[in-house]
């Protein structure tokens, strides 16, 4: 199903983002949409034209632009600062006309309106702040207009009439003073310039400190190289990264990006994958391994054959994902758009409301001559003060941080729900193999016994396992390779199943297995039981060697426990999560591994289907379930468990697989993941509380209730600083996530 991104303008306030996705999910072929308030962008996913999408939009009163290549979004990112600088110009213009009038007011150097002299001065100061409505806060009565014709009402809504009627109360009052008793005889205009002034500066800040959100976007997308040197006809030249075709050899010279994904077919070198994977170290390449788009290429040439190209390379991928994943809403999310929503209209009836009570009891508390003017200026504050911007921008902001900040430590959340539900995980499950540990066994000691050296055991051992294909073999077979022995010839090769195996070398009766096997030729092992024990106890399997009827040595193979796993688990307790093992493996090998690690309980002998089973028997007890597996023969449980973690292998994207992708392939990865939740889900919270305790308190205040008490009320102008910063303040917390350091990434 095709997912278009759009460029969305026009929006003012959360309130247009249900007005903008009704108008989306209006248009036929559309399954889902997701407005972006943060961003001003939305996400379309269905069988739809642009243009029906595009026209849909418009219809409802608001701008809209397809997205669909790096131009696009430099664009948008032209046009954004652009309109930066436009709302500088528009603030100081307002400044200029504002500021000197309130202050020449303080200083009781106006002229009173009570006279001719004064009634003139006055309208020139009128005409020159209507001059200000139009140039510095038209879009704002444009906005309301439109809303107004789909039967809306928005920020603009409120602005446009706060300060609308502040001039429109001015203005007949320059020309008919005697309207009101001579104590209310006050015009607003610096009111309303001041107001714009404001609104339009804390909008400038909002969307400067907005930019900063999305520079994971731009990390990712500015590793994409322009061009690629491919090799046609036998000559090499340099193409646009679109001309580059499947199957295509491409070079690549030290220092150079990687232009596609593909396999290295000539040549080797060290390459810097840390864009995919968050490790900083270069992985070695040399022929047949993969490489990606993206990864810097450190220090030799070599030739690769083009693979995934344009939108299926890895990184496309992870673009992709982060995109959608930064446009998605959480719960929490789609609770403050539906409040948003609702907010305006509510706020309309209570300035209404704030107006008539005003007008009709300001004479219980002896200001019955400043009844209308007292009426005014409570109905327009409300008005100001309410605006819900901060509101809409609590969930999404922190949003877009919080998963460009998981990218940077290589973990890919798909959606804004697996990142809320991670911070609340209290229990975790582990797939043994190749999540706990490597996945591939490995020689990790070799005991010698009798007249044998340790090099001779292990020469023998692979010479045998040469013409053997037990899993095992391959291991023992690598050992020898990395210590570059000439292997021996064998002969009279015969395999005995689930015992070893027997062979004729260099004219001596050889063999290679377990204790049964050694028992049924007769083989004394008693001098290596000790040393059997001790393995057993680390979770390694002892082979026995025997020539001629005599032991040898043992050889212990082992899939090794990565590195960082005793850490990862060790953060997850401090964390205050269960730690849970499934594995296929025998009792003894899981018992050791879990012992080894702390793990707090553990299933062994499990059945890839029944892995499932235990997840959901976790969460009838209560636990919100966290699932770790490799994303192929796990994905029953990763999509039963509250949030599935692929454990990811470079450019093995397990994307489809699970809510989180690891691309480190490391249990720590985990650890970020909820840390990062649980860092970004209090953010929200910061963010959710500020504007709910703004808005709460401020509208009570702005109408009023602190005048029986002080005799105040709150200036216009007050509130509209108070709305703009809001806004800002909401922004600018969301970014500390910015500088958030996970204990668990590698750095």
């Known amino acids: 199903m095709a997912v278009k991104h759009f460029s969305i303008g026009g929006m003012s306030c959360a309130g247009c983002v ?13 399954e889902s949409s997701s407005v972006n308030f943060a961003e001003h962008t939305a996400e379309v996913e269905g069988h739809v034209s642009a243009e029906a999408v595009i026209q849909s939009v418009v219809a409802a009163g608001y701008e809209a632009a397809l997205l669909q290549t790096e131009e696009d979004t430099a664009e948008k990112e032209a046009a954004e600062f ?18 000197p009038l309130f202050i020449l007011g303080m200083s009781a150097l106006l002229p009173d309106l009570n006279s001719t002299q004064g009634q003139v001065i006055w309208f020139f100061i009128g005409l020159a702040t209507a001059y200000v409505i139009w140039f510095s806060g038209g879009h704002f009565y444009k906005g309301a207009w439109k809303a107004f014709k789909n039967h809306n009402a928005n920020m603009d809504t409120l602005i446009a009439l706060g300060t609308g009627t502040a001039w429109l109360f001015s203005m007949v009052i320059t020309f008919n003073p005697e309207l009101v008793p001579s104590l209310a005889r006050h015009a607003y205009f610096e009111a309303a310039a001041i107001i714009i002034a404001l609104i339009n500066f804390g909008s400038a800040l909002e969307m400067r400190a907005r930019g900063k959100t999305s520079e994971a976007i731009k990390r990712l997308i500015g590793l994409q190289p322009k061009t690629a040197r491919v090799v046609r006809n036998g000559k090499e030249q340099d193409v646009a990264i679109s001309d ?46 993969e490489v990606v788009a993206g990864s810097i290429n450190k220090s030799g040439s070599f030739l690769f054959q083009a693979k995934r190209i344009g939108s299926e390379t890895a990184l496309a991928q992870i673009i992709a994902l982060v995109r959608k994943a930064q446009n998605s809403k959480p719960a929490i999310g789609r609770l403050a758009d ?5 907010f305006v209209p509510v706020v309309l009836i209570v300035a209404v409301i704030t107006f008539m009570l005003w007008f009709n009891f300001a004479a219980s508390f002896g200001a019955a001559e400043m009844r209308l003017s ?72 070799v005991q010698s016994y009798a007249k044998w050296q340790q090099q001779e055991v292990l020469k023998l051992a692979a010479s045998i396992e040469n013409a053997s294909e037990h899993p095992l073999a391959e291991a023992i077979i690598k050992a020898a390779a990395e210590n570059e022995m000439t292997l021996f010839a064998s002969q009279a090769f015969k395999a005995i199943a689930g015992h070893g195996v027997t062979a004729e070398i260099e004219g ?30 680390l979770a390694q399997t002892a082979i026995y060697l025997a020539v001629d009827k005599q032991l040898a040595g043992i050889i212990s193979v082992a899939d090794p426990i990565k590195e960082d796993s005793a850490g990862a688990i060790d953060a997850l307790h401090k964390l205050g999560i269960k730690v849970i093992m499934l594995t296929g493996d025998n009792q003894h090998t899981a018992k050791a591994v879990a012992k080894q690690l702390n793990i707090d309980e553990f299933f062994a002998e ?27 023969n796990d994905a029953p449980a990763l999509a039963r468990a509250d949030v599935g973690f692929a454990i990811g292998t470079g450019t093995d994207v397990a994307i489809e697989s699970a809510d989180v992708t690891l691309m480190r392939g490391s249990l720590n990865g985990v650890v970020d993941a909820i840390a990062i939740s649980r860092a970004t889900v209090r953010n929200i919270k910061q963010n959710l509380f500020g504007a709910f305790i703004y808005n709460s308190l401020g509208i009570p205040v ?33 970014n500390r996530l910015r500088w958030f350091r996970a204990t668990g990434a590698v750095k």
């Open 244 to 289: 580059v075709g499947l199957d295509e050899t491409v070079r690549v010279r030290p220092g150079e990006k990687i232009a596609v994904d593909g396999v290295i077919i000539d040549g080797h070198s060290a390459v810097d994958e840390s864009m995919l994977t968050g490790e900083p170290l270069p992985v070695e390449k040399n022929i047949g391994d």
């Open 508 to 537: 001596q009766r050889v063999l290679l297995g377990n204790a049964a096997l050694m028992l049924s030729y007769n083989i004394d092992v008693s001098a290596a039981q000790m040393e059997v024990r001790r393995l057993a106890e």
């Open 18 to 30: 249900a007005s903008v996705e009704k108008a989306l999910n209006s248009v036929e072929g559309v």
């Open 374 to 445: 007292y009426a005014l200026v409570t109905m327009m504050t409300v008005l100001i003060i309410a605006c819900p911007c901060a509101l809409g921008l609590a969930t999404p902001i922190s949003i877009m941080v919080g998963v460009g900040k998981a990218a940077e430590f290589g973990v890919l959340i798909r959606n804004g729900e697996a990142l809320q539900q991670a911070g609340k995980l209290n229990a975790v499950v582990l797939d043994k193999t190749g999540t706990i540990t490597k996945g591939q066994p490995t020689v990790t000691s």
């Open 606 to 632: 499990v059945l890839p289907a029944h892995k499932e089973e235990k997840v959901a028997l976790l969460q009838s007890q209560g636990y919100v379930v966290g699932m770790v597996g490799d994303g192929i």
């Open 702 to 734: 702005a109408a009023g209730i602190l005048f029986p008490l002080t005799g105040l009320l709150l200036n216009p102008m007050i509130a509209g600083a108070a709305m703009a910063m809001s806004s800002v303040t909401v922004v600018s917390n969301a």
């Open 82 to 99: 652009e309109h930066y600088r436009s709302l500088l110009k528009k603030s100081l213009l307002a400044a200029l006309v504002g500021v």
């Open 338 to 342: 539906s409040i948003s929503a609702i």
